[in-house]
């Protein structure tokens, strides 16, 4: 009866304190994103904007990647086109084995996640260490992302803590070290899960791995065709120690993050912090023109099916998507079923579609989590009919043969009835017998909208006769 | 044919209706005093420090860098610095960095430092990276918590001359 989603979702619930506090954490989130567009009294505008600059850059991407590439070569790029995952990590793996790296520091990017470079390297004996404390968390812990911008909120500070005494060697060392620079700390009155020091372990354990490096690798948040810039935003500043320190660095892009110029990255630069974390700027928002002296840069364009979507007259716009996260902190869903009850890599509204896009038949079991309450197109920056769209996939379940026998069997019954005025006003005043039912028979396996909610109670008089008594007032 | 060529003739073919480039005018948020803004959000959004001055000579601190920032923005604290010497990590690697920054140099909200950055030639030219800064480096990914100094600079001094 149920689907994947509300499967995995319904064994979240489990221990409902968990259940808070991931819905408060997000809700805060989606707060204080609230917060930055009502003090923008030109917030609607920029969002009009985004909306308009990316229908333009995507309908007209042809045009705008040779003037991507034309631009970044005039800087001294390299520029590749990999049509599918395996080609992208093929020419991630030869740019690095030709300038013998073995170890690469990365920061977040999830069109690596979609394409599975990590291990796709390690199988080809490269170290790939994370460099975004969430993501590097994830992959000691062996973890997927729970969310494309917080990805280890999920996780608890004791079970970090846990997980950085096994896999970093030098954790008491590290330890001693921040006591030693915090003097006015008692080592015994600091819990020893607290999330400052942590932080600070990890950022003593990563430093050792930026400055022993052979590569750096980062996503794009944005490309800008007229220049060649890749721009990159963190908080952290990890993105710039990945590729300040080697001598290398590739990024990874997917076709659809270009935008013409930097009038346009105005627009997006104001809009990507404050809808994804509620912030008025990342830390760092850096453009990478060129290789830094002495050094090499590489872009790779990835297409790995967005040229198809671009095809997909009802789904085309999720290309315009910047994946700021705004979508999944409202969605009520997510917040109380977390990322790991999809079974795409990304989770959320936006999630929930490319999954389709990327197989309908594998990843249909996430159109359910949607209560078609359309908060996630009021908060997408750049107008994204999210839940439309979901709606819309619905509607061709059946056609993949992905439709709930249940429901589907209770449509034909509801349509035949539906459609023969005598039986459906018979139907209708039968109706209020399901009342009187004894609720083993009412929430039976049998209905499938009696599952998890309360179903209404029939009223004692229909809309249907309480109109034609009106109709008769009125005469 | 290329990949280059079967992803961009796969683009051509998708038979998508083509949307026009967009005005851009957005009226945006401007300030009666753009510098004092501008302090405002350096110690509120950035979590920087801000001083009026030259850094002192003898501003001794373990691991600490000084830069020339081009210019400010008042609405979120940002400030533009383009890469000017064949190293750029110590902008990163520091445990403390001093920005000193004009207040003649405080532009209104990013189209204006966009803007700024687009009509120059300064920018770059030998070095071609430039970062837009908003104070120390920063983390919540630890269960929410706001924690300074997660992989680059701890803090952040910003001295106003």
Redesign the interface.
């Known amino acids: 009866m149920s689907t994947e989603h509300s499967k995995k979702a319904l064994e979240y619930q489990a221990e409902p304190e968990v259940v808070t506090r991931h819905d408060r954490t997000f809700w805060n989130v989606r707060a204080k994103r609230d917060a930055m567009a009502q003090s923008l009294p030109e917030w609607e505008a920029l969002r009009d904007a985004a909306d308009r600059i990316k229908k333009h850059t995507e309908t007209h991407l042809d045009e705008y990647l040779l003037k991507f590439e034309e631009s970044a070569s005039r800087n001294g790029v390299h520029v590749h086109w990999a049509e599918d995952a395996e080609e992208y990590n093929r020419i991630v793996y030869d740019i690095l084995s030709a300038h013998n790296v073995r170890k690469v520091v990365k920061s977040k990017s999830m069109l690596t996640e979609e394409c599975h470079l990590n291990a796709n390297l390690e199988a080809r004996g490269i170290d790939v260490v994370e460099t975004d404390l969430g993501e590097r968390i994830l992959q000691l812990m062996k973890l997927a992302p729970s969310h494309i911008v917080m990805p280890a909120l999920h996780v608890h500070r004791e079970d970090i803590r846990d997980c950085f005494m096994s896999t970093i060697p030098e954790f008491g060392e590290f330890r001693q070290e921040y006591f030693r620079r915090n003097p006015q700390l008692s080592p015994s009155e600091v819990d020893s899960s607290d999330p400052t020091m942590l932080t600070f372990i990890a950022r003593l354990h990563l430093r050792e791995q930026f400055m022993t490096a052979g590569a750096g690798m980062t996503g794009a948040n944005f490309g800008i065709a007229s220049t060649g810039d890749v721009v990159v935003c963190t908080n952290e500043g990890n993105a710039d120690m990945s590729t300040a320190v080697p001598p290398l660095h590739i990024v990874s892009m997917g076709i659809e993050k270009l935008i013409p110029d930097y009038e346009a990255m105005g627009v997006f630069q104001r809009l990507l912090a404050r809808c994804g974390t509620g912030q008025q700027t990342t830390v760092y928002t850096s453009h990478f023109r060129g290789p830094k002296p002495g050094g090499e840069m590489h872009v790779v364009l990835v297409d790995n099916g967005r040229s198809s979507i671009l095809a997909d007259p009802g789904h085309w716009q999720t290309l315009k998507c910047m994946r700021c996260g705004a979508c999944m902190n409202t969605c009520p869903v997510y917040r109380r079923s977390a990322g790991y009850s999809y079974s795409y890599f990304i989770p959320g509204p936006i999630g929930i579609n490319l999954g389709m896009l990327k197989d309908s038949g594998r990843y249909s079991g996430n159109v359910s989590a949607c209560s078609l309450c359309m908060s996630c197109d009021d908060v997408c920056p750049v107008k994204v009919d999210l839940s439309s769209q979901i709606y819309r996939w619905r509607q061709q379940l059946d056609s993949i043969g992905r439709a709930n026998p249940a429901k589907k069997l209770m449509s034909y019954g509801m349509s035949f009835v539906f459609n023969r005025p005598k039986l459906y006003i018979g139907a209708l005043k039968a109706a209020r017998m399901v009342n009187a039912l004894p609720d083993c028979i009412v929430y039976s396996g049998m209905n499938a909208w009696g599952y998890g909610h309360r179903m209404m109670e029939f009223p004692k008089e229909s809309f249907h006769s309480l109109w034609k008594k009106g109709i008769d007032n009125v005469k | 044919m290329?990949?280059?060529e079967?992803?961009?003739s796969?683009?051509?073919?998708?038979?998508?209706?083509?949307?026009?480039?967009?005005e851009?005018?957005?009226?945006?948020?401007r300030y009666d005093d753009p510098v004092e803004q501008f302090i405002n959000?350096c110690r509120t959004?950035?979590g920087a420090e801000v001083s009026f001055g030259t850094p002192p000579p003898d501003d001794v601190r373990g691991e600490s860098s000084t830069v020339r920032g081009a210019f400010g923005v008042a609405?979120?604290?940002?400030i533009w610095i383009p890469?000017t010497e064949?190293d750029?990590?110590y902008?990163?690697?520091s445990e403390h960095l001093d920005i000193i920054v004009s207040k003649n140099d405080i532009v209104n909200?990013?189209?204006e430092?966009?803007?700024r950055?687009?009509a120059s030639s300064e920018y770059?030219g030998?070095?071609?990276?430039?970062?837009?800064?908003?104070?120390?480096?920063?983390?919540?990914?630890?269960?929410?918590?706001l924690?300074y100094?997660?992989?680059?600079?701890r803090s952040v001094r910003i001295y106003l001359i």
């Open positions: 290329s990949s280059k079967n992803i961009l796969r683009i051509r073919n998708a038979g998508r209706e083509k949307f026009g480039k967009p851009i005018a957005v009226d945006a948020i959000a959004v950035s609405e979120n604290g940002c890469q064949d750029r990590a902008l990163f690697t909200n990013m189209h430092a966009y803007a950055i687009a770059f030998t070095y071609k990276f430039g970062t837009f800064i908003s104070g120390p480096s920063k983390t919540a990914d630890i269960e929410g918590a924690v100094g997660a992989q680059a600079a």
